[in-house]
Structure formats: C-alpha cells, structure tokens
C-alpha cells in the first residue's frame, strides 16, 4: 500500500502535529504518512511525538525548495 501524503508547508508549532496526529489517529495500524513540513521546529517535534506515541519515525530528511528554502520530510508508520 502507497504511504499517504500530508503537506503542512507553511504552517507553524503546532500546527503540523495537529494535522498529522488527526491524519494518523483515522488509518490502519502500519500504514505509513509522508510529511511535507518547513517549521525548522518540526525536526523536534516529530521526534517528540513519535517518542511518545506508539507510532514510529521511519526517515527524516530535508530538501532544498525555492518557496521555502528548506522541506523536512517526515516518513511514519502509524503504530498500535
């Protein structure tokens, strides 16, 4: 199954938590999201809420954008 995609680019703490948590709790256990993130804060709270959530953070990486000079990209399995 094709992991889902959240793009929250532009949206600040808490924001891209909020969604994701709300995107994670209505899918299957290990179904996987990619999130589309810009807060440079993002990078430790996704860290934080996987650490405290059953779910996992799988891959963390960032790409250079011309809107928003850099992407973080968040791939995580939703846990049980």
């Known amino acids: 199954m094709p992991a889902r995609e959240l793009d ?3 949206l600040h703490c808490p924001l ?3 969604r994701t948590r709300a995107l994670l709790n209505g899918m299957e256990v290990g179904e996987e999201l990619v999130v589309y993130a810009t807060d440079p804060a993002s ?3 996704f860290k934080h809420f996987c650490n405290t959530t059953d779910n996992a953070l799988l891959s963390h990486e960032t790409q250079p954008d ?3 000079k850099t992407v973080f990209i ?7």
Do not use: A, F, M, Q
């Open 74 to 80: 968040y791939r995580i399995r939703r846990g049980g």
């Open 66 to 68: 011309e809107v928003h």
């Open 8 to 10: 929250v680019k532009g």
């Open 16 to 18: 891209p938590i909020l």
């Open 43 to 45: 990078v430790i709270d």
